[in-house]
Structures are given as C-alpha cells and as structure tokens.
C-alpha cells in the first residue's frame, strides 16, 4: 500500500454556539487548534426565527421588536465570550443571525469557505 503525506491546511474554523456554559468549556479546544494552524476563528450563533411561530397569534410589529431584542442579547453574550475567553485571540470573527440553526451553519460553511466545524453538543441534560 503506498503512503500518501497530505499536508491538512486549516485555515478557517466555525464554531457554532449555543452561549450555555457547554460552549465555553469546548472554546478552550477551539483556540488550541486554531493556534496550531494559525486559523481564524468564525464564532456562529443562531437566534430561532421567531416570526415563525408567533406571527399567526401575535401582531407583526410586536414579533418584529421581540426577534430585534433576541438578536440584541445574542450578541450581548457573544461580546461577553469574546471578553471573557478570546482576549489573546487575534483570529476571530463573530456573527448572530435568525433562522434554523442547520440551515445557517450550512450558509456559512459555503459562504465562508469554512475548513472545520467543531461543535459541541446543546446545553440541556438527557441525549
């Protein structure tokens, strides 16, 4: 069997996050390759599409200003992880977004040209 020597180049790694406490415990992980590879860091964070669900019982405008306050302190938190746990890190990019959580990952994964995912698992108990 003839050997192959591949050179693996990551250059850019998404790191989806749900901002519960799981995910800091795995940005430590994160870090410690990107530092290897000298990667950049792309930190996602998907807010549910509330008009989805509540447009049928609950009026537009007040959807629209509650999706605006969800996305607001999505950010507010991602800020506060960034403080907290990527000071000395200066390779990352951070972006919130609406919608479903797979279907965003899979955006930025193509838009991005993302070379690795590393997800952990959600922050509730149970599978």
Partial sequence: MKEVNAIIEI???LFPLDLTDNSSKILPYVLSISEKYNS????LHVVQDL???????IPHPFMDTFQKEANEAAMNAMNNVCKNQLQDCPNFN??????DPAIEILKTIDSEGIDLVIMGTHGRKGL
């Fill in 11 to 13: 250059k850019k790694i």
């Fill in 51 to 57: 008009n989805r669900w509540g447009k049928l019982y």
């Fill in 94 to 99: 951070k972006k919130v977004v609406s919608g």
């Fill in 40 to 43: 950049i860091i792309y930190l």
